[in-house]
C-alpha cells in the first residue's frame, strides 16, 4: 500500500491557469507538508498542517493556497501559474510534531508552466 | 540564521573506495540532524538520524559540536549507494517545534564499478 500519494505525477500548464495537486497519507499521521524542489534539486518547505490547523507558511505567494479537509489529506492549489512555479512538488508526512519524527514523502509532481 | 551546508553537489568514488558526504549546519541550539535519501525512481526517505546514534546501510553518521557537523560515512562504498542525499536539520520556534527541517543543497553519490 502506498504511504503517501501524490496526484497528478506530471502537470503541464500555461502561465496564468489555477491549477491542483492533490496529497493523501494513510498512515494515520497528524501532520502534513508541502515542499518544493528546485531545478538545483534544492529542496524548501512551503507549508505544515497539524490536525488540519496551519504550522508554517514559510514565505509562499499569496497564489499557493494550501487545504486540508481532514488529517489525511492535504491539497496544494495554485492560481495565476508563472514560470518561476516550475518545480517538482513533494508532500509529506509525519507522525506529529515531534522532533525526532521522520517524515514520509509522496513520489512528487512535476510542474512545468510553459 | 538556521541553515545547512552540503559544500559537494557531486561526489564520485570508486566501489568499495570509503565515502565522506560532509555537512554543516549554523544553529543557534542543540541541533537535531538527520540525512535522507533519493535513489534512482524512487521517493526521499530517512536514511539515518543523529538521535539514534544508528548505522544503516553501513552508513554513519557523528555529530560533531565543535566543528558544527554532521557528516556521513561509509567505509566501503557500494554501487547501490548511488544516489542523492540530503542533510537535514529540523528548526525549531522558540521552545515548540513545528516540524519544519532545512535541508542541505544535496550532494550526488556516484558509486563507480
Known amino acids: 500500500d502506498t504511504a503517501v500519494s501524490q496526484t497528478p505525477k506530471y502537470l503541464v500548464t500555461q502561465m496564468g491557469n489555477d491549477k491542483s495537486i492533490k496529497c493523501e497519507q494513510n498512515?494515520?499521521?497528524?501532520?502534513m507538508y508541502w515542499y518544493k524542489q528546485d531545478s538545483k534539486k534544492f529542496l524548501k518547505i512551503m507549508f505544515s498542517?497539524?490536525?488540519?490547523?496551519?504550522?508554517i507558511n514559510e514565505t509562499v505567494p499569496n497564489r499557493f493556497s494550501p487545504k486540508s479537509p481532514d488529517k489525511a489529506h492535504l491539497n496544494l492549489h495554485i492560481n495565476s501559474l508563472e514560470l518561476g512555479d516550475s518545480a517538482v512538488y513533494f508532500c509529506?508526512?509525519?507522525?506529529?510534531?515531534?522532533?525526532?519524527?521522520?517524515?514520509?514523502f509522496g513520489p512528487g509532481t512535476r510542474l512545468t508552466v510553459l | 540564521a538556521q541553515r545547512v551546508t552540503q559544500p559537494e553537489k557531486l561526489l564520485s568514488v570508486f566501489k568499495g573506495a570509503p565515502v565522506e558526504l560532509k555537512c554543516n549546519y549554523s544553529?543557534?541550539?542543540?541541533?537535531?540532524l538527520f540525512w535522507y535519501v533519493q535513489y534512482s525512481r524512487q521517493r526521499l526517505q530517512l536514511l539515518l538520524r543523529?538521535?539514534s546514534r544508528e548505522s544503516i546501510k553501513g552508513f554513519t553518521a557523528d555529530l560533531n559540536k565543535g566543528e558544527t557537523s554532521f557528516h556521513l560515512k561509509k567505509p566501503f562504498a557500494q554501487e547501490e549507494d548511488s544516489a542523492m542525499y540530503y542533510c537535514?536539520?529540523?528548526?525549531?520556534?522558540?521552545?515548540?517545534?513545528?516540524?519544519?527541517?532545512?535541508f542541505g543543497q544535496g550532494t550526488t553519490l556516484q558509486v563507480k564499478p
Open positions: 543523529h538521535i
Open positions: 544553529y543557534s541550539g542543540s541541533p537535531e
Open positions: 509529506a508526512s509525519s507522525q506529529d510534531l515531534g522532533q525526532y519524527n521522520e517524515q514520509f
Open positions: 537535514a536539520l529540523v528548526d525549531y520556534h522558540g521552545s515548540s517545534n513545528t516540524g519544519k527541517l532545512i
Open positions: 498542517y497539524n490536525n488540519k490547523e496551519l504550522i
Open positions: 498512515l494515520g499521521h497528524d501532520t
